[in-house]
């Protein structure tokens, strides 16, 4: 099994995307194999070693810019950030060739964004929270306001497995652009007879990029939690470790 996932989506050909699995790395045990997480107590020997790995598979030129994410709405541009320093943030965004975004997840929901030009990307870690209060609105918001936009969601806990309270679907009615995004929202909430909701967190990235003008969205096609062999989730194991999203823009020549 590949150590990769390629997005299948009609990115301009200058544009650099990938999604990793938890195969062909060197961490052991619960963090078996390709974790690439600092924070979640797996051997920093094994986390280097597998990053050193992802940067010569995909012939990047430089590490990733990694983020410190704290399921908050805080967007960096990437080149700008010191390259010693984790910056504390959920998304980032780059116009610099060979500079790549990354996020890592393990259930929450990783979305790739690309202008249609091919000169600018932007990656974003939208947990329900951060999704909630505008990380992929802020995301957006770092393009130029005339480029035309296409999104790529990345492996997420499914819509079968992700039970929430009403206060979730709450949260994301009040923070509702407008009324059809209302009932965007409420169509991404089944009831579970319990009090309990099962929350779509594509449909809910669906919603609120159609509320930015973003309707060409691709992805949204897998389940990390009921995939154990190629996807960590922390919901199905709370020690466990992460997959990394990335985008980047290839050098032209």
Request: net charge negative.
């Amino acid at each position: 099994m590949a150590s990769w996932l390629t997005p299948d989506w009609p990115a301009p050909e200058n544009i650099g995307a990938a999604i990793t699995t938890r195969k062909d790395g060197c961490s052991d045990g619960l963090f078996d194999s390709n974790n690439l997480a600092l924070h979640v107590g797996d051997c920093a020997a094994d986390v280097a070693g597998n990053r050193q790995l992802l940067i010569k598979n995909l012939g990047l030129a430089e590490q990733p810019k990694w983020l410190e994410q704290v399921h908050g709405t805080e967007v960096i541009y990437a080149p700008q950030a010191a390259p010693t320093l984790v910056p504390i943030a959920d998304a980032s965004f780059t116009d610099k060739v060979g500079q790549a975004c990354a996020v890592l997840t393990a259930d929450c929901l990783s979305v790739l964004l690309c202008n249609q030009q091919g000169t600018q990307v932007a990656a974003a870690h939208a947990g329900w929270r951060g999704l909630c209060n505008g990380i992929l609105r802020n995301a957006v918001a770092t393009f130029n306001r005339t480029d035309r936009l296409m999104a790529y969601l990345g492996p997420a806990i499914g819509p079968g497995a992700f039970e929430v309270g009403a206060e979730v679907l709450q949260a994301f009615i009040q923070q509702a652009q407008d009324s059809q995004q209302v009932e965007a929202i409420k169509a991404a909430f089944l009831p579970t007879g319990n009090g309990k909701y099962l929350a779509d967190l594509y449909g809910l990235a669906r919603a609120d990029l159609a509320s930015c003008g973003v309707a060409a969205v691709y992805g949204g096609d897998y389940c990390t939690f009921s995939d154990p062999t190629r996807f960590y989730s922390y919901r199905r194991e709370p020690k466990t470790g992460r997959m990394a999203s990335l985008i980047w823009l290839k050098n032209s020549q």
